[in-house]
T-cell receptor, first 113, second 116 residues
Framework: KQEVTQIPAALSVPEGENLVLNCSFTDSAIYNLQWFRQDPGKGLTSLLLIQSSQREQTSGRLNASLDKSSGRSTLYIAASQPGDSATYLCAVENLQGAQKLVFGQGTRLTINP | DAGVIQSPRHEVTEMGQEVTLRCKPISGHDYLFWYRQTMMRGLELLIYFNNNVPIDDSGMPEDRFSAKMPNASFSTLKIQPSEPRDSAVYFC??????????????FGPGTRLTVL
């Protein structure tokens, strides 16, 4: 059974710092991995999707990497801003998962001005 | 496109009442998912549909929960009778298997359900 873990559960950093969020998964037979952002009381916003054949994806100040063999993904945020404060979730779709996503518990990120 | 639309955004009801949550997926998407989010259990997949047909309902907690998708642009999740432990945020999401989509899921804003 696929399990997704995100550590730490919470992270607080000063504005302007570069930071890395971690995601690990137990079964490397995945189709893709998605990173989402969730603001308090809101839905999930898709940030980046990495296909299993890719190593990384970039969008603006965000860069997500995937190391399928070690069961790890990282989300790198450059030059953090207070507006980046949110909970970040990663989710994997297994090769045999038929579209089902397995989510981590998320990392709650706070950027201090 | 307006994205995934859910209604109502908030619902407060009393134990034993019937609750119906509604979802309109993104036009052209062929998959629709219902999730539940709580502090204790995080995000859980309840059921999903492909081309309006339920594919996997193994996440539905019990017979009090039912979901339908009568057409490609509308789905409902019904709880009858509701119980306080059903209090959660319920999300609907949709995705496309079209070329270049890679099954990316897009979420609605959610319905916050409180059962008193």
């Amino acid at each position: 059974k696929q399990e997704v873990t995100q550590i730490p559960a919470a992270l607080s950093v000063p504005e302007g710092e570069n930071l890395v969020l971690n995601c690990s998964f137990t079964d490397s037979a995945i189709y893709n991995l998605q990173w989402f952002r969730q603001d308090p009381g809101k839905g999930l916003t898709s940030l980046l999707l990495i296909q299993s054949s890719q190593r990384e994806q970039t969008s603006g100040r965000l860069n997500a990497s995937l190391d399928k063999s070690s069961g790890r993904s990282t989300l790198y945020i450059a030059a953090s801003q207070p507006g980046d404060s949110a909970t970040y979730l990663c989710a994997v779709e297994n090769l045999q998962g038929a579209q089902k996503l397995v989510f981590g518990q998320g990392t709650r990120l706070t950027i201090n001005p | 496109d307006a994205g995934v639309i859910q209604s109502p955004r908030h619902e407060v009801t009393e134990m034993g009442q019937e609750v119906t949550l509604r979802c309109k997926p993104i036009s052209g998407h062929d998959y629709l998912f219902w999730y539940r989010q709580t502090m204790m259990r995080g995000l859980e997949l309840l059921i999903y549909f492909n081309n309006n047909v339920p594919i996997d309902d193994s996440g539905m907690p019990e017979d009090r929960f039912s979901a339908k998708m009568p057409n490609a642009s509308f789905s409902t999740l019904k709880i009858q009778p509701s119980e306080p432990r059903d209090s959660a945020v319920y999300f609907c999401a949709s995705s496309s298997t079209g070329l270049g989509s890679y099954n990316e899921q897009f979420f609605g804003p959610g319905t916050r359900l409180t059962v008193l």
